[in-house]
């Protein structure tokens, strides 16, 4: 079959040419049109269900609302993780669905169990599912300017007019840019009309609160009579009674007494007024700014949806009113642009570098040339298969590419090589298209058996799971993409394409002698390798001792190299999160804020702060007044004069005198991946499960001091779970009874007296400003006037609270975090100095050695860590079975167990290089470095294949076993070493670079660099000697057998 299509390769060459053309052309469209992010996808499905219960205690709303919600929840299709976060008058289940599950399926299935829980759910509560997002959809953040000095000047607008803009103007017209899930608002104020009730007032009229907000709510409707007809026309009716305005509110009649009408405005003050604020955002030291979040819809194109986003900004500018401006301090742009930059500038160098390789090593440039074009072929037959399978490009299917440059010549190393020993050795008058053909199926069978071998050893990456398996997925799709492209057009483009540019020596007859048509460089290299060579195959025993003593040197050193998950990516922005005292206020919470991003700033790296407190408008994000996140805003890295190490040291030294504040780094994108895969926004989280919060507590702080001193430990903090105080109103049912009143009576009182309820709202130019009801400030603002507030009785008199209930200041929860329906407190670590896996290690032998869990409570390692183990467990099992495969493939290829075992002995010796490097080079293995093994073993099986495969050839020509070794070893010099040359200095500007994404393949590169040296070595000397001595040890045990043979039938 190879034979028929290479003949008809070049039978048809201009056809071959033409199609050539067509791919090219096609694998520029597709590129252009791939959609472009900084990473794969690596979400699992996920839908959040949003609980607002006002008034409840975090314990009631887990009772209530969290409890019975994850009861309906358990057990549903497809479902990974469930978790829950319960707050003051909040409560967030967010449930995780594996990741084949579809996500308009999953959010059906979550709201028919929602739907059936809701009736045993409390009344007066509201929520609903979040956007469809994913946790790392937040793609760009603005915050909305309107302080007049602009050019055009303009007035000084409040917080509470932009934060209207966000809501009414800004926000609904993002919304409709394709790709966007929904635009958070952060910040500003939620313009109101509040009627500040003066409680006197309400004695002195006999007016109870419940009849205002009755007079509200029936006094703000617009109504329909249908139609009449009047003569042959038709007239629709309807009433007109909808408030307009402040004043329409004061001039409601409440009710009239003794003939005279009491209004509105008679026992209450109306004004403009603002929501309870449950979060605000500050910046650069300066106070309040208003902000928007735009959320990407979970399986849009971010580059694409920002792109669009900026559009409708600037659309948006014309209308704004004058002195309002927007400006970004995250955009995910720049690090997709800058991460695929950094991929792509390593493609375009490591093509660059593989070309003088070729020249140098060929010594002729048209066969360079020839073998270069493979590489652009390729690359652009992988853009059309990455547009026909959905695959994004990206820093890991890009970086696929870039990994594989010195792979992808492999095949057409070895076929323009062999063609050009052929063009070398040609004999006068022979064709040229003959000559081609008989070259290239010389060396086709070994070509096809070691691309399929290198597409086999990545298989394994194919069985990740989890977030790995999403990262490198993509990776392990393009390289197996590129692999089949560079294998067929070595075998059809790569001919034709010789036959036309590659230059035809024919041979001078020179008696006794063969001309030697070896460049200077080869020349000087088989000086050096040969004498090596015929050493080892003299001494062979002496040759596999010492390879063997290499490899135990290299195994010695592989248990003190760290484990981790994966690199820390610099993504180009830093956000350092903070936590204060959880009963603090939110205005407390800003005034600590201020001289924190003061300090910052103070670097001169940092150009601006944008601070975040609290919750989000949506409650996707539900943090506590006491948390805060801070965005840094920083000049180019290119404009830095100290590193990023440097830089955070900097950091932390500027806030160290902050110490009554908890505080921990990280980056946008991190701190997403690590709350998505955990629920926690750290390196490494220890989970405490258990049942009784004060014993989580406790033994939480026992934990969180003893990590505090374990080496590496740095932003140790646990989660709150107590520290809010709450005033708590405990009802006498006895006395409340006696007196005919319901606890329900009571319960109104003092959710609209002292939270404000909206009762109604009025339009302003199709804005919706509530209308919030509750009593002015000092009649609701402690213990005390609390307890003198009036309950009405049904006989029309007033009794205080005071005498109803008791009122008390008691200690209560700040939150409750579930997962799996179990409770559970999480103690929070990053690492610096040392790998996660050790140190997790040190701080589980120090647990189950000096903390003492009580029955039913258990601990469980998350974060890094976790993925990490996973990951192993998965590469622990699969690499073994693609070896197995691979052996498999090479015994059907060779047909011998011997020539097979010989081949795959190269894995363990290519591994010492690699083990060397990783060492030595202070890397940790991560995931990025077991992809380079996994790398390492296809290119050391490939060159023992390219060996192995022409000593026998050569044996089949006649050749004796040490005539083949030595004539083989020597003519297979320059593509063995063309082939190790060509994919380290294919790697070499991975190894190199320093953009985002660098750090995820620099230990890939580091290893195969490494592990190539010396593989290239072993190949070339240890093989050859293996060899030999299996091949003349099974010769000899044939003839052995012979000779016993013969003599048996003459005894006979």
Same mark, same amino acid.
């Given at each position: ?6 003949r008809?390769?070049l039978?048809?060459r201009?056809?071959?040419?033409l ?38 205690s ?55 169990r ?5 009736? +045993?759910?409390? /009344? ?9 997002t ?17 050019d ?47 409680p ?31 003569? @042959?026309?038709v007239l ?16 409601i ?6 003939g ?6 008679d ?38 949806? $920002? ?39 390593a493609?375009a ?14 010594g ?44 992808? $010549? ?12 052929h ?54 799709? !393009? ?25 035809l ?6 008696e006794?002698?063969?001309?030697? !048509? ?31 003593v ?13 484990? #981790? ?18 009963g ?6 800003? #005034? ?18 944008? +601070?975040?407190?609290?919750?989000? #408008?949506?409650r996707?994000?539900?943090?506590g007044?006491?948390? !805060? ?42 701190m ?5 895969? !955990? ?12 049942d ?15 990590v505090?001193?374990i ?6 903090f646990? %989660? ?24 329900? @009576? ?48 049904p006989?029309?008199?007033k009794?205080?609270?005071g ?29 610096e ?17 000096? $903390?003492?869990?009580?029955t ?38 060779f ?67 040490q ?55 072993? %190949? ?5 000697a ?25 005894? /006979?």
């Amino acid at each position: 079959m190879i034979a028929a299509i290479l003949r008809f390769s070049l039978i048809q060459r201009l056809m071959i040419i033409l199609l050539t053309l067509g791919i090219a052309a096609a694998g520029l469209w597709s590129f252009k049109t791939l959609p472009i992010d900084a990473f794969p996808d690596i979400s699992a499905p996920q839908v959040q269900i949003i609980i607002k219960a006002n008034g409840m205690s975090p314990t009631e709303v887990e009772q209530r609302i969290t409890f019975p919600i994850e009861m309906e929840m358990q057990g549903i299709p497809g479902q990974r993780v469930l978790r829950s976060t319960t707050k003051y008058a909040l409560s967030v289940i967010v449930v995780d669905f594996e990741d084949d599950m579809d996500i308009y399926l999953a959010r059906n299935l979550v709201t028919e169990r929602l739907n059936q829980a809701w009736d +045993s759910l409390p /009344a007066n509560i509201e929520g609903d599912l979040a956007p469809i997002t994913t946790p790392l959809g937040e793609i760009f953040m603005y915050r909305i300017i309107g302080n007049g000095n602009g050019d055009s000047g303009g007035k000084n607008y409040s917080n509470q007019e932009l934060r209207s803009l966000q809501d009414w103007v800004i926000r609904p017209h993002l919304r409709k840019v394709e790709g966007v899930a929904d635009v958070n608002s952060l910040g500003g104020e939620v313009r109101t009309y509040e009627v500040v009730i003066n409680p006197k007032a309400l004695v002195k009229h006999g007016i109870s609160i419940d009849e205002i907000e009755h007079a509200l709510m029936e006094s703000n409707r617009n109504a329909g009579g249908d139609r009449i007809n009047q003569n @042959d026309e038709v007239l629709l009716v309807r009433t007109v009674g909808k408030l307009n305005d402040m004043d329409d509110i004061k001039n409601i009649t409440v009710r009239t007494r003794y003939g005279e009408p009491i209004h509105i405005r008679d026992v209450a003050e109306v004004r403009v007024g603002s929501m309870t604020r449950y979060g605000a955002v500050t910046a650069d030291g300066e106070g309040e700014v208003v902000t928007g979040l735009v959320l990407l819809r979970k399986g849009a194109n971010s580059l694409q949806t $920002v792109a669009e986003t900026k559009k409708a900004l600037q659309s948006l500018q014309s209308i704004l009113p004058e002195g309002v401006s927007i400006e970004s301090f995250y955009d995910r742009t720049e690090l997709i642009t800058k991460a695929v930059w950094t991929v792509e500038k390593a493609l375009a160098e490591a093509v660059v570098l593989v070309l003088l390789v070729l020249i140098i090593m060929l010594g002729d440039i048209r066969s360079a040339l020839t073998v270069a074009l493979i590489l652009p072929l390729t690359v652009l037959f992988t853009f059309i298969m990455m547009k026909l399978f959905n695959v994004s490009a990206n820093l890991m299917s890009l970086g696929g590419l870039a990994i594989a440059i010195g792979i992808l $010549v492999d095949a057409a190393v070895v076929v323009v090589e062999n063609i050009h020993t052929h063009f070398s050795k040609a004999p006068p008058g022979v064709n040229r298209l003959h000559l081609v053909y008989r070259a290239v199926l010389e060396v086709s069978s070994p070509v096809i058996s070691g691309i399929l071998i290198i597409v086999a050893v990545f298989l394994p990456l194919f069985s990740l799971t989890g977030l790995e398996g999403k990262m490198f997925t993509p990776l392990a799709i !393009t390289i197996t993409f590129a692999l089949i492209g560079s294998l067929v057009m070595s075998l059809t483009v790569i001919p034709v394409l010789a036959s036309f540019f590659m230059k035809l020596h024919v041979q001078e007859q020179v008696e006794g002698q063969a001309q030697n !048509t070896d460049g200077r460089l080869i020349r000087v290299l088989k000086f050096i390798y040969l004498p090596v060579m015929n050493w080892a195959l003299r001494y062979r025993k002496t040759a596999v001792g010492l390879a063997l003593v290499a490899l135990f040197a290299a195994a010695s050193l592989f248990p003190h190299i760290g484990k #981790e998950f994966m690199p820390v990516m610099d993504e180009g922005s830093t956000v350092i999160m903070i936590e204060k005292d959880p009963g603090i206020t939110l205005e407390k919470s800003l #005034e600590m804020d201020a001289p924190i991003q003061k300090a910052m700033m103070e670097l001169p790296e940092v150009i601006g702060v944008t +601070s975040r407190t609290g919750a989000d #408008e949506l409650r996707m994000d539900p943090m506590g007044l006491n948390q !805060t996140d801070n965005f840094l805003v920083t000049k180019p890295r290119e404009q830095w004069t100290i590193s990023l190490q440097q830089f955070q040291e900097n950091l932390r030294e500027k806030l160290s005198p902050f110490d009554n504040v908890d505080i921990a780094f990280s980056q946008p994108i991190d701190m997403r991946v690590s709350e998505m895969l !955990t629920g926690v926004r750290s390196a490494m989280a220890i989970k405490l499960y258990g049942d009784d919060l004060a014993v989580l507590e406790q033994k939480a702080i026992e934990i969180e001091q003893l990590v505090n001193e374990i080496s590496g430990a740095i932003d140790v903090f646990r %989660t709150d779970i107590s520290g809010q105080k709450y005033l708590q109103i405990n009802i006498n049912q006895d006395v409340i009874s006696g007196y005919g009143i319901h606890v329900e @009576d009571i319960n109104r009182l003092v959710e609209t007296a002292v939270g404000g309820r909206v009762v109604s709202e009025l339009l302003e130019n199709n804005r919706r400003v509530g209308i919030l009801v509750r009593y002015q400030e000092k009649d609701r603002s402690s213990a005390k006037a609390i307890k003198k507030m009036l309950v009405s009785l049904p006989n029309g008199t007033k009794v205080t609270l005071g005498h109803l209930a008791e009122v008390t200041v008691v200690d209560g929860p700040v939150q409750i975090i579930r997962e799996s329906a179990k409770r559970l407190v999480v103690i929070q670590s990053n690492v610096e100095g040392r790998d996660v896996v050790s140190f997790v290690e040190d701080v589980r032998l120090n647990i189950e050695q000096k $903390v003492e869990l009580p029955t039913g409570y258990y601990v469980t390692y998350g974060g890094q860590f976790e993925n990490q183990q996973r990951a192993s467990e998965r590469l622990a099992l699969v690499v073994p079975i693609a070896i197995v495969l691979i052996f498999f493939m090479l015994f059907t290829t060779f047909r011998s167990l011997l020539q097979a075992g010989v081949i795959i002995l190269n894995i363990p010796f290519a591994m010492i290089g690699g083990v060397v490097s990783l060492y030595y080079s202070g890397l940790y293995l991560s995931v990025p470095a077991s992809v380079g093994f996994i790398t390492l073993f296809g290119v050391a099986v490939l060159n023992g294949v390219v060996m192995v495969s022409y000593f026998n050839q050569l044996r089949q020509s006649g050749l004796s076993i040490q005539q083949s070794v030595r004539q083989g070893a020597e003519r297979r010099l320059r593509p063995v070493l063309m082939t190790a040359m060509i994919a380290s200095f294919g790697l070499l500007p991975l190894l190199t670079a320093t953009g985002p994404g660098s750090e995820l393949q620099q230990p890939l590169a580091v290893v195969v660099i490494g592990g190539l040296f010396t593989s290239t070595i072993l %190949t070339l000397i240890l093989l050859p000697a293996l060899y030999a001595w299996v091949e003349e040890a099974l010769e000899k045990r044939v003839l052995n057998k012979n000779a016993e043979e013969k003599k048996a039938k003459v005894s /006979a």
